[in-house]
Nanobody, 121 residues
């Protein structure tokens, strides 16, 4: 059993900053990719940022230069530092990770429960 637990969402102001965290727990054996997706009302879910176990990163064009993804492999945790927030960043943010468990050496995708980020203008 694997759980992803997010924290750090809430209300931010335009131009301000928020930091999201997501910790994987349970029978985690290995984690490849970790990332953040978001879904705004009436819109499709999109990948915001991702990071491999080796530290390679990917960002959506809409957040490049403003958001920074990082991870702590020892703690099985991924972070999303969000700066220069815009109202269009308002969405539910979901943590995603590709994890192999102690019981099964295959990698599967897991998602957190989501955390609301609201940016006021």
């Amino acid at each position: 059993q694997v759980q992803l637990v997010e924290s750090g969402g809430g209300l931010g102001q335009q131009g301000g900053s928020l930091r999201l965290s997501c910790a994987a727990s349970g029978s985690v054996f290995s984690i490849r990719f970790m990332g953040w997706e978001r879904q705004a009302p009436g819109k499709q879910r999109e990948l915001v940022a991702g990071i491999t176990s080796g530290g390679s990163t990917h960002y959506a064009d809409s957040v490049k230069g403003r958001f920074t993804i990082s991870r702590d492999n020892a703690e099985n945790t991924v972070f999303l530092q969000m700066n220069s927030l815009k109202p269009e960043d308002t969405a539910v943010y979901y943590c995603n990770a590709h994890i192999a468990t102690m019981e099964n050496n295959k990698f599967y995708s897991y998602w957190g429960q989501g955390t609301q980020v609201t940016v006021s203008s």
